[in-house]
């Protein structure tokens, strides 16, 4: 794939600190802090200028799912400021650090960039509001309750005298920040709540964004990486000498225990020499491992003894033994690799007195705390300025951050020399955090007249929490309950239906594949898991797959509202044109409610036409009903590619598949028509946007797939099976 792409320069001053990838951060001053371009800053979220252009500080990352725009609009929305007038600013995780973490949490993650931020980034916009207002009822003298503030003017009704807030800016900002403001109600809301533009398509499309693999610094050597290919694997030796004397080539050097990399002047010379660089690796007994043992592994857990329970009812195992019919199903899902176009990079820089990285990451924090690690220094020496990423999918998310510790050390070993270390498309492939492998039996009972009356769900595979974090698994006694997404007890991952007698556990199965968050997560494969079986269900009690589940979704009105929505708008119950078929799908996730229903067809019979998904969701908000639709459609291009294409298998201890021609990705062309329909229902409780649509792409598909050719297909990808996407 080719990109445009204009190449950024950083000053020498950018490189010393302050300034990063021309993003302007703020900086003390002696009464009042500024921005990099002089704003005073009223409050931490908000800094104006003179000419009444409006900095609105965001420290959630942006990877294309339009959180920074949604950000901004609420911070506008309380403010009243003039939209037109507004930009971005990304403080850092070390300006953080000095300021007690003003601006909260930097993880983008879990779709919680707006969820978990809404409210304290709306009261940092009131709080600019009401400084503003005050500054200018000080300045009259009037109280300020006889002012009003609009699109940037505020305007003194008695005495019919306005200003703006740029000429008031520099006085509000010497005032105290109030801490009890009240935010609107979103019924109220002018700006919030619209479909407008997203602050970063123009430099996207005209090719003037920064990616981190855009940097370029006076003095940059490029570094290329090669990493042990089995995980686990150390480096046992290898000959610099072979390639010292080649063009370019500043110093080969051993990254921790498991890397080699080689320094150059360009990354093609560095990539070129670490091709030719003798290495021998001592890959010990991982190397054994391959895609067959790992499977077997997860078959004995699903009907092993011990299990984590996640969600638990009544008696599933009594209910089900005395059930006048069972119904039993085993299902998998693979490794998969996130494949950001953007592949790995970080660009460092070392000296004794101070350590720096600029690149791509989905939580400045968790980068800055690796920073701190790698480099042996105090957080005052140490920073984070952050590009655009390329592409996250949660491999950014910092569990772990490989790629910024290689970095450091490598800068380490080049002291005062700003290092752009990029992994190669081959490299992020072989040394992914991958989507965890899972299989799944489920069992269901039912009672003569088509009654569900128990359920057993057992899980064997992997835990992410157990590689990443394993201190909340051992608060959870030994359970990840993030392995239950989608099927668990209680919270926003709960389990949908209502069934009188339950057992949803986890036979816990690690293998040496690292595993990581990977967009929707755990979601992924359970909404296939237990959507495809809520079908074999419906097929056996003799009933409509819709009609089965809603009376399953008695209890569930926000889930049967979704279900309902996305079945009616694809036309349940109503005959489908000659050829296509229908299926359907429901979840909670990450606190929305979300339903898929879709039509295909099917030609000589492995050929599949996806021709249209309805998505429905509930979110409780809608910040930006435009990009909520995008985000739907694009959780539908992951979903449905990881569906048909998508799988890493292990060999000999390492991934088999090392770039696009292997690991696949649907085109443009193969995209079903998407439709969206928003069911923003409010209450206390925020939904996600980003991740919850992707699961329901792939078991409403397979449902339909199955209704099309009598076919149950239980394992992905589909390619598999002999099935093409069309």
Not at 183 to 191: Q, R
Not at 340 to 364: D, L, S
Not at 369 to 376: R, Y
Not at 498 to 522: C, E, S
Request: proline share 5%; hydrophobic share 40%; charged share 20%.
């Amino acid at each position: 794939m080719q990109m445009n792409r204009r190449t950024f320069i950083v000053s020498s001053a950018a490189v010393t600190g302050g300034l990063a990838l021309g993003l302007r951060l703020p900086f003390g001053g002696p009464s009042i802090a500024r921005a990099q371009d002089g704003s005073p800053e009223v409050g931490v979220w908000v800094a104006i200028g003179p000419d009444d252009s409006v900095n609105i500080r965001v420290v959630r990352s942006e990877m294309g799912q339009g959180t920074i725009t949604g950000l901004a609009q609420l911070v506008a929305e309380e403010l009243e400021c003039d939209w037109s007038k507004v930009k971005i600013e990304y403080p850092t995780p070390g300006e953080s650090v000095k300021r007690k973490r003003a601006w909260g949490d930097f993880s983008t993650g879990g779709s919680r960039g707006i969820r978990e931020s809404h409210e304290y980034v709306r009261k940092g916009g009131a709080a600019a509001r009401v400084m503003l207002v005050q500054a200018a009822a000080d300045q009259w003298k009037v109280p300020a309750s006889e002012c009003t503030a609009a699109n940037s003017v505020i305007t003194h009704a008695p005495s019919k005298r306005r200003t703006t807030y740029g000429k008031v800016a520099e006085a509000a900002a010497r005032l105290p920040v109030p801490q009890d403001v009240k935010l609107k109600d979103p019924k109220d809301w002018k700006l919030a709540g619209k479909p407008v533009k997203r602050l970063d398509t123009r430099d996207k499309v005209t090719g003037k964004m920064v990616y981190g693999i855009d940097l370029k610094m006076p003095g940059l050597l490029n570094a290329a990486i090669k990493a042990c290919p089995v995980f686990g694997g150390t480096v046992k030796s290898f000959d610099a000498g072979a390639v010292s004397s080649m063009q370019g080539v500043r110093k080969v050097v051993q990254v921790g225990d498991n890397a080699v990399a080689v320094v150059a002047q360009t990354w093609w010379q560095a990539k070129t020499a670490l091709d030719k660089l003798p290495i021998v690796w001592d890959e010990g007994d991982n190397a054994k491992v391959s895609s067959a043992t790992i499977a077997e592994m997860l078959k004995a857990g699903l009907d092993a003894d011990q299990a984590f329970v996640g969600n638990q009812n009544g008696n599933a195992k009594e209910a089900l033994a005395g059930a006048a019919k069972k119904v039993e199903a085993v299902y998998a899902y693979p490794f998969q690799n996130h494949a950001c176009m953007e592949p790995m990079n970080i660009t460092a820089r070392y000296t004794p007195q101070k350590c720096e990285i600029w690149g791509p990451t989905q939580n400045g924090e968790a980068a800055f705390a690796a920073v701190l690690d790698a480099s042996g220094l105090p957080a005052d020496k140490v920073d984070v300025y952050k590009t655009m990423l390329g592409g996250g999918f949660g491999r950014r998310g910092g569990y772990p951050n490989d790629y910024v510790t290689q970095a450091v050390l490598i800068a380490k070993q080049l002291p005062g020399t700003p290092i752009k270390l990029l992994w190669s498309r081959e490299e992020d492939m072989l040394h992914g955090r991958y989507h965890p492998v899972m299989q799944c039996k489920l069992v269901g009972g039912l009672d003569a007249t088509g009654n569900l009356t128990g359920l057993h769900m057992r899980l064997s595979g992997q835990s992410i929490l157990a590689a990443v974090r394993p201190a909340v698994v051992q608060e959870q006694k030994g359970r990840d309950p993030l392995s239950f997404q989608g099927v668990f007890e209680s919270g926003e991952h709960s389990f949908s239906y209502t069934v009188p007698n339950l057992l949803i556990d986890h036979a816990m199965r690690n293998t040496h594949v690292p595993p990581g968050f990977w967009r929707g997560v755990n979601i992924n494969q359970n909404a296939i898991f237990i959507e495809c079986f809520m079908d074999e269900l419906a097929e056996a009690a003799g009933q409509d797959a819709l009609e089965f589940r809603r009376k399953l979704l008695a209890n569930n009105p926000r889930g049967l509202g979704v279900l309902n929505a996305a079945a009616e708008k694809i036309g349940w119950g109503t005959p489908a044109p000659q050829g296509v078929y229908r299926g359907l799908a429901v979840l909670k996730a990450f606190n929305s409610y979300v339903a898929g229903a879709a039509e295909i067809s099917v030609s000589d019979g492995n050929k599949v036409k996806v021709r249209r998904i309805v998505g429905a969701t509930d979110p409780g908000y809608a910040v930006n009903p435009a990009q909520i639709e995008r985000q739907v459609a694009g959780s539908f291009v992951y979903g449905l590619s990881a569906l048909f294409f998508q799988e890493c298998t292990v060999k000999d201890g390492q991934i088999e598949q090392t770039n696009f021609h292997d690991y696949n990705s649907m085109r443009i062309a193969q995209m079903p028509k998407v439709e969206t329909v928003l069911l923003p229902t409010g209450g206390t409780v925020w939904g996600g946007i980003g991740e919850p649509t992707i699961c329901v792409a792939a078991p409403a598909v397979l449902n339909a797939f199955y209704r099309a050719t009598g076919k149950r297909l239980r394992s992905v990808p589909l390619k598999n099976h002999g099935v093409e996407l069309i």
